[in-house]
């Protein structure tokens, strides 16, 4: 016995074969381009080598700031996009933390120094907070308190006219204080 199927219940039936086919072709397009994607990162792998949560690390991907790579349903990252993103975040703080330490006439504290071995490190402040079981707060401002020897020492960039700079805001000036009078008898 046969059934015979039409109008639209063949539209439907065409129409699925239709797209489970160019599933399939999705899919062998996928393992032929495999190489490609070799040393990708998923989305969890490279929250953890970022030190971030899933969600903040998600929330960053979304709002453009790391690069991905979006296969069908999953984001792929390569292990340099994630490294130029860590080295933009705090590239500037291990610079700071190789001068302080290469320079003996910064006198940094014992706690000091430990902390600049850290940042040379690539690790993260609250990271050596955890390690070194102090509060984000102290280490930030162990990190401030470098930062102000590491100038002392470094000789002053001179400003650049570039027009792509934000001119700083002119120093307010002070009004004399308004006299009190006195109370009416």
């Excluded at 080295?87 to 001068?99: F, I, M, P, V």
Aim: charged letters at 30%; a positive charge.
């Amino acid at each position: 016995m046969t059934t015979c199927v039409s109008g639209p219940a063949l539209m439907r039936i065409t129409a699925f074969r239709r797209k489970a086919f160019e599933m399939a072709l999705r899919s062998d397009e996928l393992h032929y381009n495999l190489q490609h994607l070799n040393g990708m990162l998923t989305t969890h792998e490279a929250a953890k080598q970022l030190d971030l949560s899933y969600w903040h690390f998600m929330h960053l991907v979304e709002a453009g700031r790391i690069p991905g790579v979006r296969v069908v349903d999953r984001w792929l990252f390569s292990p340099d996009d994630l490294d130029d993103y860590r080295r933009s975040k705090y590239g500037e703080l291990e610079d700071l933390a190789r001068t302080a330490l290469e320079h003996p006439a910064i006198d940094l504290t014992e706690k000091q120094e430990t902390i600049c071995r850290f940042l040379a490190g690539s690790e993260r402040p609250s990271e050596i907070a955890r390690k070194l079981k102090q509060s984000r707060q102290a280490v930030h401002s162990q990190i401030s308190l470098i930062k102000e020897k590491v100038s002392r020492i470094q000789p002053k960039k001179p400003l650049s006219s570039s027009p792509s700079e934000v001119p700083s805001r002119p120093s307010r000036i002070r009004k004399a204080p308004i006299p009190l009078r006195p109370p009416k008898k």
